[in-house]
């Protein structure tokens, strides 16, 4: 397999694997995620599945986001994009009841912004797009859990649900997954400024996980990675112009 970049992050291949359960583990004790059993457990006995947050094919032209950017002269930022896409900073859990794992891929073709939009109507009572997507052979009863599971447990508000299942708290990034997350995505800028989300997100993540030692490396280590962030922004910044320039990496 051709080596992408060199990373202190190692690449995981599947967000239900065991080398991801064992980060899930320290990433939601405080939820009681059971990770030994299948499917993994957590709060009041709730199946839930491993989800990769942010999926964009770059220049493959049988994904919707992917194929509006050529890949030409680009490699030196997508590659690490392609490589921390493939790490525990863009793997999180998700609750199976309901389909909500199903929900998130198939609303706005897997867009995370698009998911916490969906998210932030749910917690103002337009609950259809969360409620009533997703996978379609299953019973109401199921969709009644996953109504009772967001109501309850620590995950009455759209920021709350973002704070717990993805780590770290931040209304100003969530409002601006909600604004992005309501608009299609159609133009190398709208791309862009998605993409610039993303690494935002990453670089949070990032910062979070170090505090709460869910990862653990040396200070040269964490300037590589914050390395490979910037290197990102400035790829995206200089190939996709027009971008959002209120978005700010650090």
Not at 80 to 89: Q, R
Request: proline share 2%; with cysteine; glycine share 8%.
């Amino acid at each position: 397999m051709e080596k992408q970049i060199d990373s202190p992050l190692e690449k995981i291949e599947t967000d239900n694997g065991e080398e991801a359960k064992k980060y899930y583990k320290k990433m939601y004790g405080d939820l009681g995620i059971e990770i030994q059993k299948k499917p993994m457990k957590i709060l009041d006995n709730y199946d839930v599945s491993g989800d990769k947050i942010i999926n964009v094919k770059m220049g493959d032209r049988n994904d919707v986001l992917g194929s509006i950017i050529d890949r030409k002269d680009k490699e030196a930022w997508i590659k690490p994009f392609e490589h921390y896409s493939l790490t525990i900073l863009n793997y999180s859990i998700l609750p199976q009841a309901g389909g909500m794992n199903n929900t998130k891929r198939y609303l706005g073709n897997d867009r995370f912004d698009t998911f916490i939009y969906a998210l932030s109507k749910y917690y103002v009572g337009e609950d259809a797009l969360i409620l009533n997507s997703g996978a379609q052979r299953r019973d109401i009863s199921k969709c009644k859990k996953l109504d009772n599971l967001l109501q309850g447990s620590g995950f009455e508000t759209v920021y709350n649900f973002f704070a717990q299942i993805y780590g770290f708290s931040d209304p100003l990034l969530v409002n601006s997954m909600i604004k992005s997350g309501s608009k299609a995505i159609m133009t190398e800028k709208d791309l862009g400024n998605y993409l610039k989300l993303a690494v935002i997100f990453w670089n949070k993540r990032f910062d979070s996980m170090l505090d709460q030692n869910v990862i653990e490396l040396s200070k040269s280590d964490k300037r590589i990675v914050y390395d490979h962030f910037n290197a990102m922004w400035a790829g995206i910044e200089k190939d996709l112009p027009g971008t959002d320039t209120t978005l700010k990496l650090f």
